[in-house]
């Protein structure tokens, strides 16, 4: 899978305090003429206001939710009928065995084809079964290998993610990393013996994701092919935010005295 980068940065929100919408009379200073995005953090204060300024990681991943196995069947005969026979029973046979596994219709597709090989008729299915149970997915393979012979080629699993699946990844990544902030700031805060207020500036700095665990070097001196296992390492894909925010600062509540 190509991942593609997400932007740099991106501001959420900022918010400025009342007091400071009423400066329309007084001239605009270069720094504050500047996007929010181009600010340097220490520009962003607002005046009579108390801050706290922290920042907050999270990184989250994903293993893949979908895997592809494409059985395929083929026979060749100096009869077109008897290479269409020869292939029809064996892919009755997958078919029934995969309804009998509870497999749903939507997720298996069929495809036929027949050509001409010098003086004799070549039949080839191909039969391309989506799994969302990968426990399911080994025991249906292993079913097939020792009922089928050697006419039958049963493919290796590709596991994939469903489309959407990085976008949401890095959204519960900045999210992840959004709280983590918050709480730094709530515990700055207890420990100073103040109150955290709201937000002012919310600033996702950095993002980025990627795919697998191991590097090209790592597969190639692996004996043979990957495992399921390794398969599903390798396609898991990872998502990491880190968030800069702004936050007000309140004093402690006194409490009423109940007369």
């Known amino acids: 899978m190509s991942l593609q980068p997400a932007p740099a940065s991106r501001v959420f929100m900022e918010l400025v305090p009342w007091a400071d919408r009423g400066r329309e009379n007084h ?6 003429a500047q996007p929010v995005s181009c600010r340097p953090h220490v520009a962003q204060a607002h005046p ?16 893949p939710d979908r895997a592809l196995v494409t059985v395929r069947v083929s026979s060749t005969k100096e009869v077109s009928a008897e290479a269409k026979k020869s292939v029809c029973r064996r892919l009755d046979y997958i078919t029934q065995s995969l309804q009998q596994q509870g497999l749903q ?38 079913f097939l290998v020792e009922k089928l012979d050697s006419s039958v080629a049963i493919s290796p699993p590709e596991f994939y993610h469903t489309p959407g699946s990085v976008e949401n990844l890095r959204r519960q990544a900045c999210l992840g990393a959004v709280e983590n902030a918050w709480r730094k700031a709530q515990e700055v805060c207890d420990l100073v013996g103040q109150t955290l207020g709201k937000p002012l500036l919310i600033k996702e700095e950095e993002t980025k994701d ?7 070097h790592q597969l190639a001196r692996l004996p043979g092919s990957l495992t399921v296992q390794q398969k599903i390492k390798s396609a898991t894909i990872h998502a990491a935010s880190k968030v800069f925010i702004t936050f007000e600062v309140k004093g402690k509540e006194k409490k009423k005295k109940h007369l």
Not at 54 to 62: H, I, L, P, Q, R
Not at 108 to 127: F, G, P
Not at 210 to 216: A, I, N, S, V, Y
């Open 105 to 142: 219709a939507e997720n298996v597709t069929i495809t036929k084809d027949i050509r001409r090989v010098e003086n004799a008729y070549h039949m080839e299915a191909e039969v391309c079964i989506t799994f969302t149970e990968f426990g399911k997915m080994q025991t249906i393979c292993n």
């Open 210 to 216: 990627w795919e697998g665990q191991m590097d090209d």
């Open 27 to 32: 001239p605009i200073s270069a720094a504050e």
């Open 48 to 63: 009579g206001t108390r801050e706290v300024h922290v920042s907050g990681t999270a990184e989250v991943s994903a293993s």
